[in-house]
């Protein structure tokens, strides 16, 4: 294993400033007229109203979904890197940002609009994706080659997305609502989300927790693990279950946002090395770091307009990522 | 070139030994046959395409109006319409299946489609930039191409010093592939309904009206890529062991790399300047090769094979299905390519690694 | 094509020349397109309409296609075309117009929109004259609207059609307030898209004498904006707004609208100023039944 550069408390707790500085620059910072310091003076009970409508009904709400989005996709990113034993596996793989996708599509498409999704239907599609990956895991044996697990979820989202794509090339009007939708936004989510959201990214979590130990047990080899006295195929569904959950979650509140659980864990992995037991709490808080980030810089570059947050994502990230993988030999998972 | 069967002891079992000179080439007997067999149901299908759809055409009336003889609708039919588009999915789909084999073996992980290194999402970006946003004389097509080629070089360039097993080029890639999907995303989600409608193609893959200097060019890449590709299989198929054991095996091991790379490139960039980003056939074009023929070999031929007859179904089926509407030769592809490729994952019995 | 084709359509040529050399109907008539002059000769009897500026184009001048294409429906043609078009064959979608459908319809004039790509005009132009009216989304409609009249060789009914959408904006100027500021904007949960003040429908509001949003007026080169946040709202803010939805019910839209809080806090929303517009022809076509629609909509709202 790579001798990690920090030590955890360290590296949490640079993790954790960085969030809080991110916070309030995402309640200060924005697309709107209003000023730096009149929003700060909003912040700390100042009376002008157009001010505290803008910080407290607009950008608090954004921040807490970008906290919620950002933690759910990080930690889905790392438990799936970690069960599949490969770097290249990205939360939306198995399946499940594309379920969600073609739910809201079916349902559009049905006459709901996006603006009024409820959560239930992109959670639905979500898990539903998840779990036609798992029964074919199930099926033959596929479920011990983290490989083909990973090849399945492809296929699936392939056909899932091309069914997308059917839909909408059927209706005009639904591909005009997606079109907007399928990047990915933090803005406009209706208030009630974070309400139906947070059980979720709980319940989530929760399975997380549950399997860190045998995850990193099994990243000993299966036998060590099973010595250990852990079930490795127990371990590994209760890992799928979760980052469904978890990713299910975030994509219902935010439309898919690609590329957070790709690199989340590449730079945990290089702070503090490969055991998913220091790499998972670093990662819930990294999440959101990178998410904010994302989110102030899209409301800043063309004001007074907004780039959806999902493009601005992948400008982030991509260097970071390329940053990391550059200069030092990859650890292994 | 004689078969040589009277020294048995040099081939070994299920395959053939062919001399030329100083030359000897092994082949494996199953995967001739199954070259045989693809080759023949590749020739009947796409005469059998010629014809479908229409009351008045039968595959021998379709053969000779695309050598000018018979109605003038036809002849206008199959010679304008038809054959470019059979011709231009047959080059693409035989390119996109031979560069997914190469990739495949190359980075020793089935996931790896030419696609997942970002060279689709760059000749899609390119492309859509375009038509949506940039208003150039330049054709799509062309775009495409220079899309591709930058993908690859930034992929390249970004990830210089090797690093273990090629890796850090397909993460690399991922990113670069990533930052021109949302590029693309962006234009599109900012340009009006009848832009995007034009750029559409383009992001799903389609075989409507292609253009011929594309296809030409698609030729003659493939022309002089695929017989280079046999020539490297020897060296990749002990690639697909450890570095040491290919090593101890003689083979230059980072020349290797690189020029499989280049080509494997080379041959997506130019499938990908006509048809657009069919992933999927890079994809499952080498899992059906393999499943059919050697298991253990680098089949690049007949994922070239399968590649063409993949692309060629899958066209006719969009076109079949929901007619006069035509569904665009990506979506049919993941979605009947996608079944059958769980169905060979599910067949197939566990193992460890590729 | 085959020489023996070229020498049916060369005669065919010279026949209906010949035959039509009386004075008044057989123009041959050269116009401009965006991929270079084409010529047509006599009267057009099947006329293939790809897009919605095209097929209202024709439909408005008395002629009717023989094949178009499945549009904003998704399947079908728009919906303020359709009993107008009545039973007409689609020959694809906007986005994959199907060649050999085309071709079976054996057209002589194919009218397609500015977009069309080059690689579909080529294979087009083969089977017939093919009209791509010059310029995008930001030409005066007029133009495209006469050179489709001029296509299909029905100039004379072309300007008369125009004169009658001119004399109803004026008329309509004089019975509306002076100087209101209106926005046009597509909804969005993530905020409103401001639609360009220089495309079909800014160009018929500034002939009413309606000012346009400033952010509108800005946006000289992209048909609409970014999604403008929701921190800045307030601009779009204007005696009259104008969502335009693409859902034929928009309801909903409105109600998606109001959701939003900051929405709510508009003006014009308060006063009850804020009018639901067909999508379909609020933000994309262009033409002369597109324009009386739009006409009817500023009536119904302003005045009523």
Not at chain 2, 259 to 279: D, I, K, M, S
């Amino acid at each position: 294993m790579l001798a990690a550069r920090l030590s955890v408390p360290q590296a949490l707790s640079y993790a954790a400033l960085c969030l809080l500085l991110l916070c309030v620059a995402s309640l200060l910072l924005g697309a709107g007229d209003i000023g730096i310091l009149p929003s700060l003076q909003a912040l700390l009970g100042g009376s002008d109203d157009d001010a505290r409508f803008i910080v407290f009904e607009l950008r608090w709400v954004r921040t807490e979904l970008a906290l919620l989005v950002g933690l759910a996709l990080g930690a889905a990113g790392v438990l799936l890197q970690a069960v599949t034993r490969n770097p290249l596996a990205e939360p939306g793989l198995l399946g499940v940002s594309a379920g969600a996708s073609f739910a809201v599509v079916l349902a559009i498409n049905l006459g709901a609009s996006a603006a009024s999704m409820h959560l239930g239907v992109a959670m639905l599609g979500a898990l539903v994706g998840c779990v036609l990956v798992l029964l074919v895991t199930r099926m033959r044996g596929v479920g011990d080659d983290p490989v083909r697990l990973v090849l399945a979820g492809a296929a699936f989202s392939g056909i899932l997305g091309a069914l997308s794509s059917l839909l909408l090339l059927w209706d005009q009007r639904t591909a005009d609502e997606m079109r907007f939708w399928v990047i990915g936004a933090l803005a406009g989510r209706p208030l009630d989300t974070l309400d139906w959201s947070l059980p979720g990214l709980l319940g989530g979590l929760l399975m997380a927790l549950l399997v860190v130990r045998p995850l990193a047990a099994l990243a000993l080899g299966e036998r060590v693990a099973s010595g250990l006295g852990h079930h490795p195929q127990l371990t590994r569904l209760g890992t799928l279950l979760a980052v469904a959950i978890l990713v299910g979650t975030a994509t219902a509140a935010a439309g898919p946002i690609a590329f957070i659980g790709l690199i989340v864990p590449y730079i945990a992995r290089r702070l503090v090395g490969s055991d998913i037991r220091r790499t998972l709490g670093l990662s819930m808080l990294l999440g959101p770091c990178v998410l904010l980030l994302a989110d102030v810089i899209s409301r800043l570059l063309v004001r007074p307009y907004e780039l959806p947050v999902g493009v601005v994502t992948a400008f982030v990230g991509a260097p970071i990522l390329i940053a990391v993988v550059r200069n030092h030999r990859l650890p292994t998972l | 070139m004689n078969i040589s069967s009277s020294r048995p002891l040099l081939a070994p079992a299920g395959h053939y030994l062919l001399r030329l000179g100083g030359y000897s080439l092994l082949l494996h007997r199953r995967s001739m046959i199954v070259a045989l067999f693809l080759s023949l149901l590749l020739v009947a299908v796409a005469t059998w395409i010629l014809a479908a759809g229409d009351d008045t055409l039968t595959p021998s009336k379709a053969l000779q109006a695309a050598f000018g003889q018979g109605e003038a609708l036809q002849v206008f039919l199959i010679q304008e319409l038809r054959l470019p588009r059979l011709i231009a999915g047959l080059l693409s789909g035989a390119a996109l299946g031979a560069a997914g084999c190469l990739l495949q073996t190359l980075a020793r992980n089935r996931l790896a489609t030419p696609g997942v290194i970002g060279i689709d999402n760059g000749a899609t970006a390119f492309a859509v930039a375009s038509i949506v946003a940039v208003p150039t004389s330049l054709a799509p097509s062309a775009l495409a191409l220079s899309g591709a080629a930058t993908a690859a070089v930034l992929t390249f360039a970004l990830a210089a010093g090797g690093g273990a097993r090629g890796y850090r080029f397909i993460v690399v890639g991922i990113a670069i592939g990533a930052l021109f999907g949302a590029l693309t995303n962006l234009m599109l989600a900012r340009s009006d309904m009848d832009a995007a409608n034009a750029a559409y193609p383009w992001t799903v893959g389609s075989l409507n009206a292609r253009p011929a200097d594309s296809v030409l060019l698609l030729g003659i890449g493939l022309a002089v890529g695929l017989p280079l590709a046999k020539l490297l299989v020897n060296a990749l198929s002990l690639m697909r062991f450890s570095d040491n054991v290919a090593i101890g095996l003689g083979v230059r091991l980072q020349r290797m790399r690189l020029l499989t790379l280049a080509l494997c490139v080379w041959l997506t960039a130019l499938a990908v300047a006509v048809v657009g980003p069919v992933g999927l056939i890079a994809l499952a074009a080498p899992e059906m090769a393999r499943h059919l023929g050697n298991r253990h070999g680098v089949p690049v031929l007949n994922a070239a094979l399968s590649g063409a007859l993949m692309m060629i179904l899958a066209d006719w089926l969009g076109r079949t299905l929901l007619a006069p509407i035509e569904i665009p030769v990506g979506i049919i592809a993941a979605v009947v390519g996608g079944p059958y490729l769980l169905w060979i994952l599910l067949r197939q019995a566990p193992r460890s690694s590729t | 094509m085959s020489i023996c084709s070229q020498l049916q359509r060369t005669a065919a040529t010279i026949t209906t020349s010949l035959l039509l050399a009386l004075p008044l109907h057989a123009s041959e008539r050269t116009l401009d397109s965006a991929y270079g002059p084409v010529t047509i000769s006599g009267t057009v009897q099947r006329v293939v309409a790809l897009g919605d500026s095209a097929l209202d184009a024709a439909l408005s001048l008395g002629v009717q296609p023989v094949g178009t294409l499945a549009s904003r429906g998704g399947d079908d043609v728009p919906d303020y075309l359709k009993t107008t078009a009545g039973k007409i064959t689609l020959v694809g979608s906007v986005r994959e117009p199907n060649l050999e459908a085309i071709l079976r319809l054996r057209p002589d004039l194919v009218l397609a929109s500015s977009d069309l790509s080059r690689d579909l005009y080529a294979k087009l132009s083969l089977m017939a004259p093919t009209v791509v009216p010059a310029g995008n989304s930001f030409q005066d409609w007029r133009e495209t609207y006469m050179t489709y009249a001029q296509a299909l060789g029905k100039q004379e009914e072309g300007q008369q059609r125009l004169a009658e959408i001119e004399k109803r904006s004026a008329e309509l100027r004089q019975r509306l307030p002076q100087g209101q500021a209106v926005s046009v904007v597509r909804w969005n949960p993530q905020g409103p898209v401001i639609m360009s003040s220089h495309l079909f429908v800014g160009q018929l509001l500034k002939d009413l004498g309606l000012r346009a949003n400033e952010l509108a007026a800005a946006q000289a080169q992209k048909p609409h904006s970014d999604v403008l946040s929701l921190e800045n709202l307030s601009r779009i803010n204007a005696d009259w707004i104008f969502l335009a939805t693409l859902n034929p019910d928009g309801r909903k839209a409105l109600e998606d609208a109001r959701k939003q809080p900051a929405f709510t806090r508009l003006s014009a929303v308060a006063d009850g100023h804020v009018v639901t517009v067909d999508g379909q022809i609020w933000s994309s076509s262009s033409g002369y039944l597109a324009a009386q629609r739009v006409l009817d909509d500023v009536e119904k709202a302003l005045l009523d």
